[in-house]
């Protein structure tokens, strides 16, 4: 079995930063690639950001490109989602999510939620003025 547990949600005024961190166990760590999702209330579950284990290859949504950065510690097994310039939109439960034996990701990757078999809790980030 495979585990991933998202830490570093918390509130943050408008125009700050935070850093979400997923670390993965069990067969998570064999993942191909690693994204970040989130869901605000009332609104479908939204793909963020993806990295290919591999080659560290990135993706990114068109709303969080120069202001949100994902990264991989591979010794560590964690995947960070760095957020600078935080929006109100941005606020949502943020999901790390996981895949492993399926081609790796590209963009329209974050637009199927259902091609990734692990997921983590979520952790909640609140943005406001």
């Known amino acids: 079995q495979g585990h991933l547990v998202e830490s570093g949600g918390a509130s943050v005024q408008t125009g700050g930063s935070l850093r979400l961190s997923c670390a993965a166990s069990g067969s998570t760590v064999n993942s191909n690639c690693m994204a970040w999702f989130r869901q605000a209330p009332g609104k479908e579950r939204e793909g963020v950001a993806y990295i290919n284990t591999g080659d560290s290859s990135t993706g990114y949504v068109a709303s969080v490109k120069g202001r949100f950065t994902i990264s991989q510690d591979y010794a560590k097994n964690t995947v960070y989602l760095q957020m600078n310039n935080l929006l109100a939109e941005d606020t949502a439960v943020y999901y790390c999510?996981?895949?492993?034996?399926?081609?790796?990701?590209?963009?329209?990757?974050?637009?199927?939620?259902?091609?990734?078999?692990?997921w983590g809790r979520g952790t909640q980030v609140t943005v406001s003025s």
């Open positions: 999510a996981a895949r492993i034996g399926v081609s790796r990701c590209v963009p329209i990757s974050l637009g199927l939620p259902g091609s990734f078999g692990y």
